[in-house]
């Protein structure tokens, strides 16, 4: 990395890092209406809570290790963990009326829908993280699902914070789908944003576990490539089935989890037919002369007046927490 990209990372690090960090509004909710029923809640109600908002569950972790670090010398890798040693009550103190994304953006309406997208995007891949670690008898599913929540907490952040170069990412992107991310992010902000997220789980002192199963450079570790394949279904499938990518993601996941074709496609509840269907409506022009899987391209303009079958891939159905934050908006 060249000093001038350094001069670049090291400015939005410290941006970040000082900034804070804004949650779901439909997760403000439901932490308001647990601490109105304190003495029926428990650390596993808080747990789920958490698991639910990929800025939130990085709060905790981020405030659990400074915890730790006075009190611990052992790490602290998931979140049920770190609920446990706060304690609820600590716990709603530590996060009383926290910033909503909603909030932040609310002059913002296309990036506010950029960033729920990529939270979605996240919440699938780290349900897909914690299906396979524990089809593969993983110790711990919940590290590996967490990893795969906080693999893209950086491109959550851009969409927060400089939403403007976010949009132009995405529109260039989807403009031209030969392009890669990491290229395109280079171009934009001066380094890719896998530097960004490394460093930020650095400067928030983030357990060297998660670290390493966020870092794609250890994807010969069957655990890294359990998050990296989550990760990258997630991402290759958000728009539809038709990425050019899919296939190879399949096959990887094969692998990975040692079944056949047709047992993963159950796990995923699709049929070959979809995905058949899907690859031939891509190659296929549409009459409006509009390639059909770029129509089916989620429009962050597009009017939300019901749920957005859009944003989800057939077999899957919207997360509750994200349609109320979409259908809620100002």
Known sequence: MSSSQQSYLEGWLKFFSEAELPILRQTARQ??????????????????IVLHDPLLALRVLAFIQEFRSRHLHREITNVAHAVMMLGVEP?????????????????????LLGVLQVIMRTQRASRYAYEWAFARYDLNVEEVALAALLHDTAEILLWCFAPEQAMDIQGQLRADKSLRSAHVQQQVLGFPLTDLQLALCHAWHLPDLLVTLMDDANAHL????????????????????SDAAIPDDLAAIQRLLNIDYPTLLDRLQLTSEMLQTRRAAAETPSQTGVDPAAETVFDPMTSLDSDETLLVPAGESLDEDLVGALLDMP
């Open 31 to 48: 932490l308001a209406t647990a601490r109105a029923d304190l003495e029926q809640v428990n650390g596993r109600d808080i747990t789920r």
């Open 222 to 241: 069957p655990r890294v490539q359990n998050v990296k394949l989550a990760v990258d279904l997630a991402r290759h499938s958000i728009d539809g089935w």
């Open 91 to 111: 716990f709603f103190r530590k996060f009383d009326q926290p910033l909503t994304l909603e909030e932040k953006l609310s002059d913002k309406p296309a990036a």
